[in-house]
């Protein structure tokens, strides 16, 4: 099958950009080869601001730099730990003694706060697909000595950011399974409305991105721009209706600053009034006030930023592989799993830059 595609897709004469916004998608793409399998039929596919820890702003990784230094127990995923700050990254902190745990989910740190006399804060990081679980966690009644530092962020928004800064033409969107699988494909639809883009929401397996594509390829073809979905085993149209319950109940949409993008509108979810006294921000207000009153930018040098907007792509970095290594990392593309940078050093090795 994965044959007869690329057959029809070299058959179409295309020359085509396309954008995905999901970093297994780029692992994908880039482990088994497909992106030099896309460009040699006239497709190129670039990566945006699908990793969440690369979109997590400096001033927010600088937030839990000062929990952990105050002394507060602070728990986060592992991808978080090598992030630069401006001076320091939480590696750099736990080595001086400040009390970090790695956990897998939300639920760890909760069960770490129950067996703790210390204060414990949660760094929640992630899109639609992990901010039910911190929804979840704050609605059943956590201990009083545990807070969550909200960095969640929703990927529509950051679509129409993209889509009117313009910045790249975009020929079709191919949207993350793991999201949609939460929200559906609605809410993607405003997309292909306004800004005549074709979309299809697609799974991991090479063999769904090369259908997406082909999908896309298709709508191109015959002048459409809809949302079509590619990931029928798993994604329905409405989405995941208890997990938006869940989010929309600890919730409320906030305007935020993304890692290589201004503000954007409602893209954040700030934990709602009725639960701040779980909300690192309002709990340790004295304690962020430094860090609030200071403006942050990117590492010298570091491309990161124009990469999550997929105008740049990492090989193009002059740092890549030379100053910016996974154990030498400069930005966080270059840390996250789900990173730009991080999954092409890993596959091609900075080849094309050493």
């Not at 790695?102 to 760890?108: L, P």
């Not at 960095?151 to 950011?161: G, I, K, N, S, Y």
Request: neutral net charge.
């Amino acid at each position: 099958m994965s044959r007869q595609i690329m057959a029809k897709l070299e058959a179409m004469d295309l020359e085509l950009t396309l954008m995905h916004v999901c970093g297994t998608h780029q692992d994908t793409l880039i482990r088994f080869g497909l992106d030099s399998e896309f460009k040699r039929v006239g497709i190129d596919i670039r990566q945006g601001p699908g990793c969440p820890v690369c979109v997590t702003p400096p001033g927010e990784i600088e937030e839990i730099l000062a929990l952990a230094k105050a002394g507060l127990t602070v728990t986060v995923f592992g991808d978080v730990m090598k992030v630069p700050g401006e001076r320091q990254s939480l590696n750099d902190v736990k080595a001086e003694g400040a009390d970090i745990r790695v956990v897998f989910g939300i639920d760890d740190a909760v069960a770490i706060a129950r067996n703790s006399r210390k204060d414990v804060v949660f760094m929640g990081i992630g899109f639609e697909t992990t901010a039910p679980t911190t929804a979840s966690a704050l609605l059943s009644d956590p201990p009083s000595n545990f807070s969550v530092l909200s960095c969640h962020r929703t990927v529509p928004p950051a679509l129409e950011a993209i889509a009117n800064m313009g910045e790249i033409r975009l020929n079709g969107m191919i949207e993350p399974g793991h999201v949609s699988t939460i929200i559906g494909t609605k809410p993607y639809e405003f997309l292909s409305k306004k800004h005549h883009i074709p979309q299809v929401v697609a799974g991991f397996e090479p063999i769904d991105l090369m259908m997406a594509v082909f999908m896309i390829a298709k709508q191109v073809e015959e002048s459409r721009a809809e949302v079509e979905n590619e990931y029928t085993r798993v994604v329905r149209p409405e989405g995941n209706p208890a997990a938006l319950k869940a989010m929309s109940d600890a919730f409320v949409p906030t305007d935020v600053p993304w890692r290589g993008f201004p503000v954007i509108e409602k893209s954040g979810l700030a934990i709602r009034k009725e639960f701040e006294e779980h909300d690192a921000r309002m709990r340790y207000d004295d304690l962020l006030a430094p860090v609030h009153a200071r403006k942050y930018t990117e590492a010298k040098g570091c491309r990161c930023g124009e990469m999550l907007r997929g105008i740049l792509k990492s090989e193009e970095c002059p740092l890549f592989g030379k100053r910016c290594t996974p154990s030498t990392p400069v930005g966080p593309c270059m840390v996250s799993r789900e990173g730009n940078c991080y999954i092409s050093y890993r596959y091609q090795r900075g080849k094309k830059a050493l």
